[in-house]
């Protein structure tokens, strides 16, 4: 799960950027298992919330992913720890 925190006037197109994200990602490599999806919290910042069919994917995508965030960055106000993002990672438990 990764959290976002657009700047006040820029969420249409960070929205537009979320998409291009979605566009980006080559789900037929990833299965089934894959999914990717955004919400908008109500303190207008956005999550994604990824599920990955396994770490190596993970792995796999994270260049593509930085490249992305390269290309959003003047749309996010920084967090306190100077980060574009808070994110925190882990395996499903069944």
């Known amino acids: 799960m ?3 925190k657009p700047k006040e006037g820029c969420e249409d197109e960070f929205e537009e950027g979320l ?20 919400i ?6 956005y999550v994604q919330i990824v ?4 770490l190596e994917s993970l792995l796999d995508g994270q260049m593509d ?7 959003v960055d003047h749309l996010l106000e ?7 993002t808070e994110a925190f990672s882990g395996f499903i438990i069944d």
Not at 40 to 45: H, L, P, S, V
Not at 65 to 71: A, I, K, N
């Open 51 to 54: 599920q990955m069919p396994h």
């Open 2 to 4: 990764i959290k976002y």
């Open 40 to 45: 908008r919290i109500d303190i207008g910042e």
């Open 65 to 71: 992913g930085l490249e992305w965030l390269y290309g």
């Open 19 to 38: 998409k291009r994200l979605g566009q980006m990602i080559d789900k037929s490599k990833l299965g089934q298992e894959f999914q990717n999806k955004f």
């Open 78 to 84: 920084y967090y306190e720890d100077g980060s574009r």
